[in-house]
């Protein structure tokens, strides 16, 4: 399967940190919104997986702490990127 960024395919359980630390870091201003919205989608699918997971206690925990995490740099950027819930 093709996890290449900007695939249509959806990533597997954890590519949801490499979208997530893509857009944290990303440098080029231009590119950023679509990166932490790219990363959003990402991290809204992973949780409505892990939401019946009795086991995924501590990921469903580092998923909600990199929401807030982009929510809060969207803010401080000025950036209007809130995406539904996929």
Do not use: K
């Amino acid at each position: 399967m093709d996890n290449a960024v900007g695939s249509t395919a959806h990533p597997a359980p954890f590519d949801w940190r490499d979208l997530y630390l893509q857009a944290l870091f990303e440098a080029d201003r231009s590119r950023m919104y679509s990166r932490i919205v790219e990363a959003e989608r990402a991290l809204f699918r992973r949780e409505h997986e892990l939401f019946a997971d009795s086991n995924g206690r501590a990921e469903r925990e580092a998923v909600v702490n990199a929401l807030n995490a982009l929510n809060a740099l969207r803010s401080c950027l000025g950036l209007d990127c809130t995406v539904a819930a996929a």
